[in-house]
Every structure is written in C-alpha cells, then in structure tokens.
C-alpha cells in the first residue's frame, strides 16, 4: 500500500493551486460551480460518470495534456510513502505495525523534517474514510503529536504543526490537494515498487501513469543539499 503527501503553501493554494484546478475541470467537465465536479482516479479512468466525455479520443487527449501541464506548472512538494505489507509482517509478525499508520508517521516525519528546515508550520488535511478509520487516524495523529515516533520526538512534530487534531475531510468537499493526491497515489506507487523490483519493469509502459509519474519527478520532496530524493520524498518501507 501507498500513502500521498501534498504540501502546498497556504497563500499559493489560495491564489493558483486551487483555482488552476478548478478551472482545468470546468473545461473539460462543464458543472454549476454550486455542484462541482470531483475528480476520482477510478471513474476517470473507466470514463464513468461526469467524465464519459473522456471517451472521446480528441478529449481525452486533451484532457491529458492539460493535466500534465497542470502537474508540471503548479508549486507543490511530493511525499510518496510505500510499505511491503508481506515483508514487514514476517519480520515483525504480532508486532508489525498497522500499515496506514506506519506510513503516517513515516510520511510526517518528513513533512514536520520539511517544515522545521524553514522554520514554518503547517497543517495536516487528510480524506475521510469512515467512521471506524477516521476515529484510528485521529488517534494516531495525536500519538505522533504527543508522543513523537522511534525517531522523532514529540517536540519535533509540535514545532511545525498548527493543530494537535487532524482534519479530516469527505472527497465531496472538493479540495483540490485530496483530488490531486488521489489522482497521483496510484502511478507513484507503482512507480516505487518498480524501483524496488517489486513489480516488473516496463510493467505500464506507454500507459499514461508513466507519464503523470514522469510530469512530477522534479517536485518530490528532497534532501536541501544533496538533492537526494530517496528516503526524503519516495520512502519504501520493508521493515
């Protein structure tokens, strides 16, 4: 499994990141802003619901240029955290860890890393998933704020975040930075397990999540002077 950060500056979300991506679905998708378009990966894909305009070819090239262009041009950091569930259970067996959470404190400990390098603060805004799976998500966000990690302490995550609660919204409440990050979990992750011989290579060759992959490379989270990638925004978790 996967988990998707998107960090975006509060002031770039409000003035461009959100609106670009409002006006790329209105474009494709006309809707009365009152009922706004979502973009789901899954019925993009199938060409369901509001998107069967994509089974025209011209539009769905079209729609994909776009996209790209929208993923290429736009200011935002990248944090893709994947766990080999098989592996990690046989090493830890009774004591692995619950694999989303895992993720979670993997992936926020590099967002807080980010965030403490330039001395800045930010909130966490993650997608609904149900009662029962929200309830656990929240108290591990606030495990990681009072407790810290193995890694990390607890005064690490308070000095760059804004809230001790994660918020928590449903896919109908239309923000962009959940759409985008569904729209982007998938190819990345495939993209991970293909560099980790996971999967094979050239498993989606010529598919279009090679190119989405291809369109963000530049925009993962990385190490300030090194410019590593590895370990800071692609994180492959086996144990």
């Given at each position: 499994m996967g988990l998707l950060g998107c960090i975006v500056e509060h002031e770039v979300y409000r003035t461009a990141f959100h609106a670009a991506f409002e006006a790329l679905k209105q474009e494709h998708f006309p809707h009365n802003p009152d009922e706004p378009v979502i973009l789901h990966r899954k019925e993009l894909v199938n060409k369901e619901g509001p998107f069967w305009r994509l089974r025209d070819p011209k539009r769905e090239t079209q729609f994909n240029k776009d996209l790209l262009t929208f993923l290429q041009e736009q200011e935002y950091a990248l944090i893709m955290v994947v766990i080999d569930k098989k592996s990690h259970v046989e090493w830890?067996?009774?004591?692995?860890?619950?694999?989303?959470?895992?993720?979670?404190?993997?992936?926020?400990?590099?967002?807080?890393?980010?965030?403490?390098?330039?001395?800045?603060?930010?909130?966490?805004?993650?997608?609904?998933?149900?009662?029962?799976?929200?309830?656990?998500?929240?108290?591990?966000?606030?495990?990681?704020?009072?407790?810290?990690?193995?890694?990390?302490?607890?005064?690490?995550?308070?000095?760059?975040?804004?809230?001790?609660?994660?918020?928590?919204?449903?896919?109908?409440?239309?923000?962009?930075?959940?759409?985008?990050?569904?729209?982007?979990?998938?190819?990345?992750?495939?993209?991970?397990?293909?560099?980790?011989?996971?999967?094979?290579?050239?498993?989606?060759?010529?598919?279009?999540?090679?190119?989405?992959?291809?369109?963000?490379?530049?925009?993962?989270?990385?190490?300030?002077?090194?410019?590593?990638?590895?370990?800071?925004g692609k994180v492959f978790l086996i144990k």
């Open positions: 830890y067996g009774d004591a692995a860890y619950h694999p989303y959470h895992y993720c979670l404190a993997a992936l926020m400990e590099r967002y807080c890393g980010f965030l403490n390098f330039y001395n800045a603060k930010g909130d966490v805004l993650a997608e609904s998933r149900g009662k029962t799976e929200d309830q656990q998500l929240r108290e591990a966000y606030a495990h990681l704020y009072t407790s810290g990690t193995q890694f990390k302490p607890a005064g690490f995550f308070q000095r760059a975040l804004t809230s001790k609660e994660i918020k928590l919204k449903p896919k109908s409440a239309n923000i962009a930075g959940l759409q985008v990050a569904d729209l982007l979990a998938y190819p990345l992750k495939q993209q991970i397990l293909m560099e980790n011989s996971r999967i094979a290579p050239g498993a989606w060759k010529g598919r279009f999540g090679e190119k989405i992959a291809a369109a963000v490379q530049n925009k993962y989270n990385r190490q300030s002077y090194t410019g590593r990638v590895s370990g800071y």
